[in-house]
Nanobody, 121 residues
Framework: QVQLVESGGDLVQAGGSLRLSCSASGNIFRIAVMGWYRQAPGKQRELVATITSAGSTNYADSVKGRFTISRDNAGNTVYLQMLSLKPEDTAVYYC???????????????WGQGTQVTVSS
């Protein structure tokens, strides 16, 4: 069993900041990539940022320069520091991990339950 647990979502005013956290636990052999996605009402889920086990990062153009993704040394927790938040950042933010469970020879995608971020104007 693998679980991803997110925290940090909140209501914040435009221009404010938030920090999201996501911890992976369970029977994990290795985590290849962790990331954040978001889904606004009526829209498809979209990539926000990803980080590999080597520390390489990738960001959506809409968040470059405002959001920073990072991982802890153990590699099982990922953070998303969000600055200069805009109303259009309002969405449910989902944590994703592409990982290899113990005893399994291929990687699978796992998702957290989502955390709501609301930015008021």
């Amino acid at each position: 069993q693998v679980q991803l647990v997110e925290s940090g979502g909140d209501l914040v005013q435009a221009g404010g900041s938030l920090r999201l956290s996501c911890s992976a636990s369970g029977n994990i052999f290795r985590i290849a990539v962790m990331g954040w996605y978001r889904q606004a009402p009526g829209k498809q889920r979209e990539l926000v940022a990803t980080i590999t086990s080597a520390g390489s990062t990738n960001y959506a153009d809409s968040v470059k320069g405002r959001f920073t993704i990072s991982r802890d040394n153990a590699g099982n927790t990922v953070y998303l520091q969000m600055l200069s938040l805009k109303p259009e950042d309002t969405a449910v933010y989902y944590c994703n991990a592409n990982l290899r469970p113990l005893g399994i020879m291929v990687t699978h995608d796992y998702w957290g339950q989502g955390t709501q971020v609301t930015v008021s104007s």
